[in-house]
């Protein structure tokens, strides 16, 4: 018995436990210091639990249950639901200090009915029998005006005739007066950005033609949840307004959204991905973020009411008792997402779509599909990125996002690595996980 190849072994942040989690048998333990260094010398405990639990394995045997689980995650992938992107326009009606679509070409009109039919005819046939659903993408695409209403009217009544449910990620600005179409389609969510208390988030997310912000999203907030609709808030993470959330947070908490259960959270990290209006001195890395969170979560417990950060897969094993699936791929390009925008351009996701030579193909007006750049998609994993293949965290990393990937090595078969074993060490402390492994 050898240790397994996918043991992750860590402290957790603050104290002398250790522990241990292994995706692949989908188990996690606190341990004894002395427990850990058995474990990493390959020596048995007296109960025979590192066994039992995959943590001491015949590296035969675990090879065979390796290519077991890598079906059963792309059977499960084959039969998940698809996100369908569209993009009406990249004109929006912020000015966003960080902004990466700001050098996007602008709106030249609105989509015909030609497009628009041109995009629900590709969704049909190319996602014939299987679960998806559409996502209104900017830009901004609840735009002020009669002709925009009018678009969008016509975007939500075809994906009603479908039975398809929609998404919206918007900046929320005139959401209250877009409820009224809203409330006639299946709209599934609807995702608001709202980066801190008035006077942070007016700095950062400022109307094109000046002025703030806050008020009018807050009400369009307010209108959506008392009007039955599920709101997603997001809030955009650097550090220019990170010690704002607190204030963000009890905003939420006095105002009630944290207790409709239509309303969540997520927290997006400001990040280089093709250019960025803030300097790269505000941006954070993965593992800075995240440990700038934890100490915030120290001083200002009261943040957890309103958002729990993930902490890699911390959040997850303390929400629902048990290790999630082993992830083979994190990246959902040209699998269970697309995005497409009104050029009749068809793209791998929302990083790519509008970028100048990221296209795959055109759903208007003609249907054409590089096959061999989406198969360069399809088939990046963790046994396709070589980087990946003996690396002992990559069933919780993933192999990270192909886009950045490719945007820092030129190919998409290279790993955008996550932190994965010092995030845990912080979600450990955060999170109570496990019992420790007893003799």
């Not at 208390?197 to 033609?209: G, N």
């Not at 990170?242 to 969540?264: C, H, Q, S, Y």
């Not at 208007?364 to 590089?370: A, N, Q, S, Y």
């Not at 396709?384 to 820092?408: F, H, M, T, W």
């Amino acid at each position: 018995m050898t240790p397994s190849r996918h043991n992750i072994l860590g402290t957790v942040r603050g104290t002398g436990e250790r522990f241990v989690v292994n995706p692949l048998s989908r188990n996690a333990d606190l341990l004894t210091a002395d427990e850990a260094a058995d474990l990493e010398a390959g020596r048995p405990d007296a109960a025979g639990l590192f066994a039992a639990r995959g943590y001491l394995v015949d590296p035969a045997d675990e090879e065979r249950r390796y290519r077991q689980a890598y079906l059963d995650f792309l059977d499960d992938r084959e039969s998940d639901e698809v996100q369908v992107f569209f993009v009406p326009w990249y004109v929006c009606n912020f000015g966003c200090t960080y902004c990466y679509q700001a050098a996007y070409p602008g709106a030249k009109g609105f989509p015909t009915d030609e497009v628009l039919d041109a995009f629900f005819a590709w969704v049909d046939e190319r996602f014939a029998g299987q679960r998806r659903y559409v996502t209104l993408f900017g830009g901004e695409p609840l735009l002020s005006g009669v002709a925009a209403h009018r678009w969008v009217e016509a975007f939500l009544d075809r994906a009603t005739a479908r039975g398809i449910d929609v998404a919206v990620v918007t900046n929320g600005y005139l959401l209250k007066e877009y409820l009224p179409a809203l409330q006639r389609a299946k709209v599934r969510e609807v995702q608001v950005t709202l980066d801190g208390p008035r006077e942070v988030h007016d700095r950062r997310r400022p109307l094109a033609s000046g002025g703030g912000t806050f008020d009018e999203v807050v009400a369009g907030i307010d209108a959506a949840l008392e009007a039955g609709l599920s709101v997603n808030l997001r809030a955009v993470v650097d550090r220019e307004n990170l010690e704002d959330l607190p204030a963000l947070a009890r905003f939420a908490i006095e105002r009630g959204w944290t207790r409709n259960p239509g309303f969540k959270t997520q927290l997006g990290r400001n990040y280089e991905l093709h250019h960025c209006h803030a300097g790269p001195g505000v941006l954070y890395s993965r593992l800075e973020l995240y440990e700038a969170l934890f100490d915030l979560t120290r001083r200002h417990p009261e943040f957890l009411e309103f958002h729990k950060p993930a902490w890699s897969i911390a959040k997850f094993i303390f929400e629902n008792d048990e290790v999630p699936a082993p992830l083979f791929d994190s990246c959902p390009g040209c699998k269970t997402e697309w995005a497409l925008d009104a050029t009749g351009r068809i793209y791998s996701c929302t990083a790519t779509v509008g970028k100048e030579g990221e296209a795959l193909g055109t759903f208007w007006p003609t249907v054409t599909l590089d096959d061999a750049a989406v198969a360069d998609w399809e088939d990046r994993d963790v046994l396709a990125i070589e980087a990946c293949r003996d690396c002992p965290v990559r069933l919780a990393c993933g192999g990270g996002c192909a886009s950045v990937a490719k945007n820092r090595t030129g190919t998409l078969q290279a790993p955008d690595c996550r932190p994965i074993r010092e995030l845990l060490e912080l979600g450990f402390a955060a999170y109570p996980v496990a019992a420790p492994v007893e003799e």
